[in-house]
C-alpha cells in the first residue's frame, strides 16, 4: 500500500472543463479519495455550470467501474471564471474561506494550472493580486506543459511566476516522470551493481528512446498546430527520459541531488548548428493511412482546426550527443508520433558486440545483448542474451529473453502517474517534477535545433497514418550503422 499524506487541501482546479481533467485529472483525485486523501475542490473555467452539472460532468469522465461515487462528487464545487479577469478570481475569497472551515483543510491550497500555456502568468498574477495565494497553510501552484515556447518566453514565465510563488512552491508537472517504469529507471541502474560497472560508452552502442503514439492530434489542433512534436513531446518527456538513463549516480537520494545529475546531462548534451542539424533531425507529418484496425485515417492536413499549408511537425526523429566522460560517441538515439503503428513508450539499451565473434559458423546471427525497459503499455523489463541452442552442437546459439514483468493485479492497485505526482505535491515533494534549471537547459537544446531548422529550411517529411514514420528516420540511423529496434512486447 503507498502512503499518501493525510494532509489536508483545498484545489483550486483552473481548466476544470478540458480534455486533460477529464481524462486525467478527476479519476486521478477519485483513487486519491479511496486512499483516504482529504480535500475539496473547486472547478474553474468560462462555460456555465452550476455545481450540479460539474458534478455530472465529473461522473462522466470516472471509468465505468468506480462505485461510491456521491460522496466522492460532492466534495466538487464550480466557479465561472475567466482568467483574464481579476474581479472574478476576488469573488473566490469568501467561498474558499467557507470550504477551508467546512472541510477543516487548515488554509492549506494547491492551485492546479489545467490551462493553455498563455494563461500562466496571468492566473499567478490574479492569485497573488487578489489575496487568494496569501494563506496561513501552505500554498502550491502545479503548472502544466509546455513551460513557455522557448528559451526567452520560459524565462518569462518564470519570472512572472516568482512573483507569487517560491521555486520551491512551483511543481512544474511532467507526467512521464509519474510512471512506474520510469521511476523505476532510478532503482535499475543504482541499486544494481552488475549495471553500473557497464552503464557507458565502454559497453553501449547505443541508447533508443521510442514515444509513439496512434492517436492523431484529435480535437487538440488549436494547441497542437501551434506547437508541434518537438514542442511537446522531445523539450519535456523525453529529455526526462535521456537524464535519468544517462545521468552519473547521484550521492543521495534527496531531491535536490537527483535534480542537479540530471542537469548535469542536459548541460552536455551538444546543442545543434546549421551545419549538422540536417544530420541529426528528421521532421514528419502524417498523411492518411489505414489503423491496425483497418479504419481509414485522415491525414494531418485534414484534421479540423488545422492549418490547410501547416508545416507543423507530427513526428521527430534525432540523434542526441553527450560530451562527457561517460558517453562520448554514444549515440541517444529518440523518436515519437502520432498516428504511428503503436502506442508504445519504450526504452533499447543495446550493448556492443563482441570484440571478437567465436560463433562465426552459427547458423544462427549472435545478436547484440539488449536491455528493454518497457515504460507503457506494458510495464518491466528484459535482458536478450544468447544462450546454446539446445541438444544442438555448442556452437549453436539462440537468442533468449529474462524478463520481469509488473504483474497485472498489482497494476491495477498502483497508482497511475498523475495520482501518484498530486499525491507527491500535496507531500511537498518535488522529486518527480522539474526543476527550473532543467526547463532552462532543456530549452537551450530546443532552441538550437528549431533556430538550425528554420535557418537549414530542414522538410517535413510524409509518412502514412500507421507506420512507424518516414523511411529516413531509419536512414537517420542506418547512416551510423545502426538501425531502429521494433517495439518488443513482454509476452
Ligand atoms: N490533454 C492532454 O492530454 C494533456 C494536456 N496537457 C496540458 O494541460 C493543459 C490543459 O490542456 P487541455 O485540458 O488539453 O486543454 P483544453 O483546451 O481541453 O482545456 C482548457 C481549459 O481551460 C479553460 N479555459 C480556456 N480559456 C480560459 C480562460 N480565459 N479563463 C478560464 N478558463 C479558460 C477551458 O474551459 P472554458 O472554455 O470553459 O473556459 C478548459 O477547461 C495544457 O497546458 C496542456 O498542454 C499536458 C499533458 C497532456
Ligand atoms: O504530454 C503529452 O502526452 C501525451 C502522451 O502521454 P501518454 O502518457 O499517453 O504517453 C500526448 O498525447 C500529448 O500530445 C502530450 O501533450
Keep these: 500500500m503507498i502512503e499518501t499524506s493525510k494532509e489536508p487541501v483545498l484545489i483550486f482546479l483552473f481548466g476544470?472543463?478540458?480534455?486533460?481533467?477529464?481524462?486525467?485529472?478527476?479519476?486521478?483525485?477519485?483513487?486519491?479519495?479511496?486512499?483516504?486523501?482529504?480535500?475539496?475542490?473547486?472547478?474553474?473555467?468560462?462555460?456555465?455550470?452550476?455545481?450540479?452539472?460539474?458534478?455530472?460532468?465529473?461522473?462522466?469522465?470516472?471509468?465505468?467501474?468506480?462505485?461510491?461515487?456521491?460522496?466522492?462528487?460532492?466534495?466538487?464545487?464550480?466557479?465561472?471564471?475567466?482568467?483574464?479577469?481579476?474581479?472574478?478570481?476576488?469573488?473566490?475569497?469568501?467561498f474558499s474561506d467557507e470550504l477551508n472551515e467546512r472541510y477543516q483543510l487548515k488554509g492549506n491550497r494547491i492551485f492546479y494550472l489545467s490551462l493553455a500555456p498563455a494563461y500562466f502568468a496571468e492566473a499567478a498574477k490574479n492569485l497573488k493580486k487578489s489575496g487568494l495565494?496569501?494563506?496561513?497553510?501552505?500554498?502550491?501552484?502545479?503548472?502544466?506543459?509546455?513551460?513557455?515556447?522557448?528559451?526567452?518566453?520560459?524565462?518569462?514565465?518564470?519570472?512572472?511566476?516568482?512573483?507569487?510563488?517560491?521555486?520551491?512552491?512551483?511543481?512544474?508537472?511532467?507526467?512521464?516522470?509519474?510512471?512506474?517504469?520510469?521511476?523505476?529507471?532510478?532503482?535499475?541502474?543504482?541499486?544494481?551493481?552488475?549495471?553500473?560497472?557497464?552503464?557507458?560508452?565502454?559497453?553501449?552502442s547505443n541508447v533508443q528512446i521510442t514515444l509513439s503514439e496512434t492517436l492523431g492530434?484529435?480535437?487538440?489542433?488549436?494547441?497542437?498546430?501551434?506547437?508541434?512534436?518537438?514542442?511537446?513531446?522531445?523539450?519535456n518527456h523525453i529529455m526526462q527520459l535521456l537524464t535519468l538513463i544517462a545521468m552519473e549516480p547521484p550521492t543521495q537520494l534527496e531531491t535536490d541531488d537527483l535534480r542537479y545529475e540530471k542537469v548535469k546531462v542536459l548541460k552536455?548534451?551538444?546543442?545543434?548548428?546549421?551545419?549538422?542539424?540536417?544530420?541529426?533531425i528528421v521532421r514528419g507529418q502524417y498523411t492518411r493511412g489505414i489503423s491496425p484496425k483497418?479504419?481509414?485515417?485522415?491525414?494531418?492536413?485534414?484534421?479540423?482546426?488545422?492549418?490547410?499549408d501547416s508545416d507543423t511537425e507530427t513526428f521527430v526523429a534525432s540523434r542526441f550527443q553527450i560530451d562527457n566522460y561517460r558517453w562520448q560517441g554514444v549515440p541517444f538515439y529518440v523518436r515519437t508520433g502520432k498516428r504511428m503503428a503503436e502506442k508504445a513508450t519504450q526504452i533499447v539499451i543495446q550493448f556492443r558486440k563482441l570484440p571478437k565473434n567465436p560463433y562465426f559458423h552459427n547458423v544462427n546471427h549472435v545478436g547484440p545483448n539488449l536491455l528493454v525497459i518497457y515504460i507503457s503499455p506494458d510495464e518491466g523489463l528484459s535482458l536478450k542474451l544468447n544462450v546454446k541452442a539446445n541438444g544442438e552442437a555448442g556452437s549453436n546459439t539462440v537468442p533468449i529473453s529474462l524478463k520481469f514483468r509488473n504483474n497485472e493485479?498489482?497494476?491495477?492497485?498502483?497508482?497511475?502517474?498523475?495520482?501518484?505526482?498530486?499525491?507527491?505535491?500535496?507531500?511537498?515533494?518535488s522529486t518527480n517534477f522539474t526543476r527550473w534549471d532543467e526547463v532552462l537547459y532543456s530549452w537551450g537544446i530546443i532552441d538550437s535545433i528549431v533556430d538550425s531548422c528554420k535557418k537549414?529550411?530542414?522538410?517535413?517529411?510524409?509518412?502514412?497514418?500507421?507506420?512507424?514514420?518516414?523511411?529516413?528516420?531509419?536512414?537517420?540511423?542506418?547512416?551510423?550503422?545502426?538501425?531502429?529496434?521494433?517495439?518488443?512486447?513482454m509476452e
Excluded at 300 to 305: A, R
Excluded at 411 to 421: G, I, K, T
Design 16 to 94: 476544470a472543463t478540458g480534455d486533460l481533467a477529464r481524462r486525467k485529472l478527476y479519476s486521478a483525485l477519485y483513487r486519491l479519495y479511496k486512499r483516504d486523501q482529504e480535500f475539496a475542490v473547486i472547478g474553474l473555467a468560462r462555460r456555465a455550470h452550476t455545481d450540479e452539472t460539474y458534478r455530472d460532468l465529473i461522473n462522466d469522465s470516472l471509468p465505468s467501474e468506480v462505485g461510491q461515487r456521491q460522496h466522492f462528487l460532492e466534495r466538487f464545487y464550480y466557479r465561472r471564471l475567466d482568467i483574464t479577469r481579476p474581479e472574478n478570481f476576488a469573488t473566490l475569497k469568501s
Design 133 to 204: 495565494s496569501t494563506t496561513s497553510g501552505w500554498k502550491r501552484l502545479v503548472i502544466e506543459k509546455p513551460f513557455g515556447h522557448d528559451l526567452k518566453s520560459s524565462k518569462e514565465l518564470n519570472e512572472s511566476l516568482l512573483h507569487a510563488f517560491s521555486e520551491e512552491e512551483i511543481f512544474r508537472i511532467d507526467h512521464y516522470l509519474g510512471k512506474e517504469m520510469v521511476q523505476n529507471i532510478e532503482v535499475l541502474r543504482f541499486a544494481n551493481p552488475i549495471f553500473e560497472a557497464i552503464w557507458n560508452r565502454r559497453y553501449i
Design 217 to 235: 492530434v484529435g480535437d487538440r489542433a488549436n494547441y497542437y498546430d501551434q506547437t508541434g512534436a518537438l514542442l511537446d513531446m522531445v523539450q
Design 268 to 280: 552536455a548534451i551538444r546543442p545543434m548548428n546549421i551545419h549538422n542539424i540536417a544530420e541529426e
Design 294 to 308: 483497418r479504419e481509414k485515417m485522415r491525414a494531418y492536413l485534414n484534421e479540423d482546426n488545422v492549418r490547410s
Design 409 to 429: 493485479l498489482a497494476m491495477e492497485n498502483m497508482q497511475d502517474a498523475y495520482e501518484r505526482l498530486i499525491a507527491d505535491c500535496i507531500k511537498g515533494d
Design 456 to 489: 537549414r529550411h530542414v522538410p517535413i517529411d510524409y509518412y502514412e497514418a500507421g507506420s512507424m514514420g518516414p523511411s529516413t528516420a531509419d536512414e537517420l540511423l542506418e547512416k551510423h550503422g545502426h538501425h531502429w529496434w521494433p517495439i518488443m512486447h
